[in-house]
């Protein structure tokens, strides 16, 4: 019966967060068009933001139930795993949907958001690495260099956005407030399902017997990016391919942003003091890949599938395993 019960919820979930991505993608190419924000600022900060919201509550309160150190390592795990994982994921779909000339379309936006997602990371290493383990009241000085990097990033982005040209503007016989209502219900129903999804996905892992293992840990990570997942793939088939590399350079930043929100729940310290060998492994990772990204849009050069001398399908990918097999080990 849990068995069952678990697939239809499981079933039930992606469908909403399917739809949902849906959702928020469309409107959220309108609100671009209509505001006159562009499609990499959007992209970025709601799509971003909205997608990553079951992060920010799973990691938050992680860090205040689970204790220093599990909580903190399960935090800063999830973050830099998922931003790995977003890299990864972005040139597959790029390589399957987007085309030989996908880069040389994009908007020349994108390069900034693409140094903004890594240097965040790379901000948030040497603070690992300096290991600020005290607060002033619940923040702690590491919390307050992320986030406002964070916000003054995005407010630049902002600026750089809105000059940007789109290649197409998109039209709605609908309002801007129905827009945005909708925009708003589809950002709840992803931050809704994504969680009943994500336990729903272990719980399948553990009733198969591959909950413990590398392939079950590595499939429930799978399934519960599904809202980035979804929403990438949609802004591709839309003709939007700014929506869809910002979305996922978006959700890397935001990422970074959430581990300073979640700091101000870290009971003993910082977050940032209590470091573990996997977690700071994934980092590197992290900013290896967020490189190679950031490499592919500034050279704007037609897909490269296999190659050892500049950023390519295959040696994207194969660093993302790679990394994923050292980190497995560390455990």
Request: net charge neutral; with cysteine; hydrophobic share 55%.
């Amino acid at each position: 019966m849990d068995l069952i019960l678990n697939i239809a919820v499981f079933l039930i979930a992606s469908v909403v967060v399917i739809i949902s991505a849906l959702g928020l993608v469309k409107t959220a190419d309108i609100i671009a068009s209509v505001t006159g924000w562009g499609r990499v600022w959007v992209g970025s900060l709601l799509l971003g933001g909205a997608t990553s919201l079951p992060e920010l509550v799973t990691v938050s309160s992680a860090v205040h139930f689970l204790g220093p150190v599990e909580g903190g390592n399960l935090a800063l795990g999830t973050v830099f795993g998922a931003n790995m994982m977003n890299i990864s994921k972005l040139t597959l779909i790029i390589a399957l949907l987007g085309g030989r000339n996908f880069f040389q379309i994009l908007s020349s936006e994108q390069k900034y958001l693409a140094a903004i997602a890594l240097g965040l990371t790379i901000a948030t290493f040497f603070l690992s690495i300096i290991g600020m383990d005290y607060k002033w009241l619940f923040l702690s000085p590491a919390t307050l260099i992320v986030l406002f990097l964070y916000v003054i990033s995005q407010r630049f982005l902002m600026k750089w956005s809105s000059n940007a040209t789109s290649v197409q503007e998109t039209k709605s016989d609908h309002s801007i407030k129905w827009t945005w209502s909708l925009f708003l219900l589809s950002a709840i129903a992803v931050f809704v399902a994504a969680p009943f999804l994500a336990i729903s996905a272990s719980n399948l892992a553990d009733h198969t017997g591959l909950g413990e293992s590398f392939i079950g840990v590595l499939g429930v990570a799978l399934v519960t990016s599904l809202p980035e997942l979804a929403s990438t793939i949609a802004a591709i088939r839309m003709k939007a391919p700014d929506l869809a590399v910002a979305t996922i350079y978006g959700t890397n930043a935001f990422n970074i942003a959430i581990l300073g929100v979640a700091d101000g729940f870290f009971p003993n310290g910082s977050i940032f003091g209590h470091v573990s060998t996997g977690s700071l492994l994934a980092c590197i990772f992290a900013m290896i890949l967020g490189a190679l990204g950031a490499l592919q849009i500034i050279l704007r050069r037609p897909i490269k599938h296999f190659s050892l001398f500049e950023p390519s399908t295959f040696t994207i990918c194969s660093i993302w395993a790679i990394g994923i097999l050292l980190i497995f080990n560390t455990r």
